[in-house]
């Protein structure tokens, strides 16, 4: 049996993502942050993106829902709304690219 990421017949059996990208976060902000900030629409996790180097946030962050409806409603809701005085921008997440995972 091949590796699944050498198997062309390898299938991501891991469901679809409900996730929202947030962008212009203020650097301030955390993971705690932005959950709280999107727990009315029922966020279940958020990341936030920091840099390698410094540890520092990169300033923008994602935000993972239970389903398309949350996600949509949060989009509505919470795009161009202000958090830590900076208006965000929040979009459909782009589907993560398949790699391996265990």
Same mark, same amino acid.
């Given at each position: 049996m091949s590796a699944p990421w050498w198997?062309?017949?390898?299938?991501?059996?891991?469901?679809?993502?409900?996730?929202?990208?947030?962008?212009?976060?203020?650097? +301030?902000?955390?993971? @705690?942050?932005?959950?709280?900030?999107?727990?009315?629409?029922?966020?279940?996790?958020?990341? !936030?993106? %920091?840099?390698?180097?410094?540890?520092?946030?990169?300033?923008?962050?994602?935000?993972?829902?239970?389903? +398309?409806?949350?996600? @949509?409603?949060a989009i509505q809701g919470k795009n161009?709304?202000?958090?830590?005085?900076?208006? !965000?921008? %929040?979009?459909?997440?782009?589907?993560r690219s398949r790699k391996w995972r265990?």
């Open positions: 198997d062309s017949d390898y299938s991501d059996r891991s469901g679809p993502e409900y996730r929202c990208y947030v962008r212009n976060l203020p650097w +301030s902000a955390d993971e @705690r942050t932005l959950k709280d900030a999107f727990a009315d629409y029922g966020a279940i996790n958020s990341e !936030i993106a %920091v840099d390698r180097e410094t540890g520092r946030s990169r300033g923008f962050g994602f935000v993972t829902f239970q389903d +398309s409806n949350s996600v @949509r409603d161009g709304q202000d958090l830590g005085g900076r208006s !965000i921008t %929040v979009e459909q997440a782009q589907p265990a």
